[in-house]
């Protein structure tokens, strides 16, 4: 199944540590049009990791489901494509040209490629050739340090990519430089495939206004939804500050899906999660980040989990 952009597209952006099935899962109820595996090394797919094969399976809900790879490698990425065609489920494959982490980088993947241009097409080249899924896509910066959006986007589109996703910054400017939404603009309008908008989209209407000012197809949002997987439902249906019944409800499912993918070790995974759910809004929040940060027992973190968002009043108290 190809994504419909017939009409704005939101997807989940893939974060590593993030992003995994247990999220994804949650983050699918409230109505996000595509959802992107965390990035998966094709070095390590290649090679037949374990946990990798792992990080590739996905819920039932989730139609169309992307798999992002990061490589450059035209073999490495041919082998991890063997992997990844003999699997169902799959509909697309994503090639990360966006990853800053020098661990990445140093390995001319991620962002590295944006600096490479010949590379970069010879990559999505490889995917569009030897894949048996439904599409090719990437997730793009806007350079290296300097901005050659345009010329990169091209590349990209010639090399047979049939959507692009522009995180609005560049390498160097990894995560808190201001986003530009006039060169995703300028994406947009120098190609002809469709063109997801990326980059502190954090609210309904920083969506809309995303959306119109930009011209593109659909928007990605990443960090804005961990701890608020119903923005999308915000987004698309409109609804307001979601009931504090839905909030515990979304948070005690997640941590159930998380114990039940990962076994006890999703109770240390799922603390970084309990910190952010923790910001909406109820007191004595800082107190309860520090006891599950030393709570080892499931049944445990999830009696103090639901008692904690239980409390009344919840909307309009500060977090501490």
Partial sequence: MTPDFSKPLYALAPLAGFTDLPFRSVVKKFGVDLTVSEMISSNALAHGSKKTQRMLEKSPLETPYSVQIAGSDPEIIKRALDVLNAREGIDGIDLNCGCPAPKIVNNLQGSALLGDPESLGRAIETIKSYSNKSYTS??????????????????????????????????????????DYDAIREVKEAV?????????????????????????????????????????????????TPS?????????????????????????????????????????????????????DPIEMRRVTEEFFSQEPFDKISAT
């Fill in 192 to 240: 002809s495939i469709p063109v997801i908008a990326n980059g502190d989209i954090d609210t309904p209407q920083k969506a809309r206004w995303v959306l119109e000012y930009t011209g593109c197809d659909g928007v990605m949002i990443g960090r804005a939804a961990v701890g608020r997987p119903w923005i999308f439902a915000q987004i698309k249906e409109g609804i307001d």
């Fill in 138 to 179: 990437v997730k793009m910066r806007l350079g290296v340090r300097e901005k050659n959006h345009v010329e990169l986007a091209k590349v990209m589109e010639e090399a047979g990519a049939d959507f692009i996703a522009v995180h609005g910054r560049t390498r160097a400017g990894r995560y808190k430089a201001p986003v």
């Fill in 244 to 296: 504090p019944a839905l909030i515990r409800e979304v948070v005690l499912e997640h941590f159930d899906r998380m114990i039940e993918h990962y076994g006890e070790y999703g109770i240390f995974l799922f603390r970084k999660h309990l910190h952010t759910y923790s910001k909406a809004g109820l007191p004595g929040a800082a107190a309860f980040r520090n006891a599950v940060n030393t709570i080892t």
